[in-house]
């Protein structure tokens, strides 16, 4: 007897079962553990066959074994093709009609008999209610963060809370990842806008610094959190969960100069010794002097350096500093206009203590961007949410294979042997600095004759 079978799932969670090209119900279970099968054209043809309990030989059929229907063996070759389809949609939360195309595709290299296929418009409803069905979710696409409810699937050992009812916010974490953020007291954070999936405004990341030393670098996504927006008010929300759910304490605190983060940061953490991002004040201050037109003279250019190099300066002489730096300048309309959008944006704006990075090991948020890139390469170009913690979730467990690569010390980040270099230098002119070796006009133009020669 033929025991080519071919069990396939129905849409209400039923099996039934492919048998030469005719298609059968269950029909009921026997007391030895087989069970009965009769074709599904019921009304006309009355044939049953017997499977045995493991589902995988015919034991017997009817007596009366010829069938009154047509043979459909195509149909139902189709049949199993929509239903790999329904399946197929669940596990991968791409856009549906990619995965039709892709799956229709194959299909048609492997049954090039098989000219009449159904239409994706013909069987888009009921892959979208299978999709929905298996994430436990009456929404796929949100417009609003209000209408967000993260399905059990995905956010099972990875969400941390969903909170607020119309601005929400959506936080990510790890078991391993939670349990190392509590203890480390140094920490990093940035938004990316790019790969942040509507309706949410901005996916920001908080890391961390895993025992990074000299020559090596190791910053780790710690936390993820889906923001509605980059208020002061949202960035608190999301600096309270970290501290009241998670039980972590920030003593240092980097990222870049934004005001909303900063605040932030200090209300939740008063304690905390917050600095920005050097690579984001030299870029900002170059670039101003590139738009003001004042690079083509000598004294421009050095009063672009000296202005480029004052979070290298220790904060309590910054003040000093900007004084130097003003009455070395020129009088000229460029550099007044210079003067005050540096004062408006930077100093006294913010404060030495926040501007300042000198003497600390990670003076930019570099690492940072470069896990942004890692994430947006990975990501398609049109990342739905539930597709977008699928991959984030993904990309965390990474994470925590190289936190247990650190932790037994099988895992360091080289740094560029230049990089180290100048650093070693520049640490020994601040030593000198402090000693009161060096004035403070001399070591600031000894970081620039560094900064020259190390390029």
């Not at 030469?20 to 269950?26: A, D, L, P, V």
């Not at 920005?276 to 003279?297: D, M, P, S």
């Not at 739905?384 to 932790?407: A, M, P, Q, T, V």
Request: positive net charge.
């Amino acid at each position: 007897m033929d025991q080519n079978l071919k069990f396939i799932k129905n849409q209400k969670g039923h099996f039934s079962l492919n048998v030469n090209g005719f298609r059968y119900n269950k029909h009921k279970d026997n007391k030895d553990g087989s069970s009965s099968w009769r074709c599904i054209a019921r009304k006309i043809c009355s044939v049953t066959i017997k499977v045995d309990e493991t589902k995988r030989k015919i034991l017997g059929k009817s007596k009366d074994s010829n069938h009154t229907c047509i043979s459909k063996k195509m149909n139902n070759v189709v049949h199993s093709h929509i239903t790999s389809l329904k399946r197929a949609v669940c596990e991968d939360l791409r856009s549906i009609q990619v995965i039709y195309e892709k799956q229709t595709q194959k299909f048609k290299e492997e049954h090039p008999e098989c000219v009449d296929l159904p239409s994706f418009k013909s069987i888009k409803d009921t892959s979208y209610r299978s999709r929905k069905k298996f994430l436990d979710t009456d929404m796929l696409k949100h417009s609003s963060s209000s209408t967000v409810k993260i399905p059990h699937c995905l956010g099972e050992f990875f969400l941390i809370c969903e909170d607020g009812d119309t601005e929400r916010i959506v936080v990510f974490a790890t078991k391993l990842s939670r349990k190392i953020a509590k203890s480390v007291k140094s920490f990093f954070a940035d938004g990316t806008f790019f790969a942040a999936p509507d309706p949410f405004y901005q996916l920001y990341v908080v890391h961390i610094d895993l025992n990074s030393d000299a020559s090596t670098t190791n910053i780790i996504p710690v936390i993820y959190g889906l923001l509605p927006n980059k208020t002061q008010d949202t960035y608190e929300r999301f600096y309270r969960i970290l501290q009241v759910k998670l039980g972590i304490t920030i003593t240092n605190f980097k990222s870049d100069y934004e005001l909303a983060q900063l605040n932030a940061v200090q209300i939740i953490y008063p304690n905390a010794k917050i600095t920005g991002c050097y690579r984001h004040f030299n870029a900002a201050i170059w670039k101003q002097f590139k738009k003001l037109k004042v690079l083509a003279t000598k004294e421009g250019r050095n009063i672009a350096r000296l202005s480029s190099i004052l979070p290298l300066v220790p904060a309590p002489s910054i003040p000093e500093a900007w004084r130097y730096i003003s009455t070395k300048a020129p009088n000229t309309p460029e550099i007044r206009k210079f003067k005050r959008y540096f004062e408006k944006q930077w100093y006294p704006r913010l404060s030495p203590e926040v501007l300042s990075c000198a003497g600390q090991r990670h003076r930019t948020t570099n690492a940072l961007e470069g896990w942004h890139h890692r994430l947006n390469v990975r990501l398609p170009k049109k990342c739905g949410l539930y597709l977008f913690i699928h991959k984030l979730r993904k990309e965390s467990r990474y994470w925590d294979n190289r936190i247990k690569e650190s932790l037994f010390c099988t895992y360091r980040g080289q740094r560029r042997g230049k990089d180290v270099l100048f650093d070693k230098k520049y640490k020994s002119l601040l030593n000198k600095f402090n000693r009161d070796s060096l004035s403070l006009s001399k070591f600031m133009h000894k970081i620039i004759f560094l900064q020259l020669t190390q390029q």
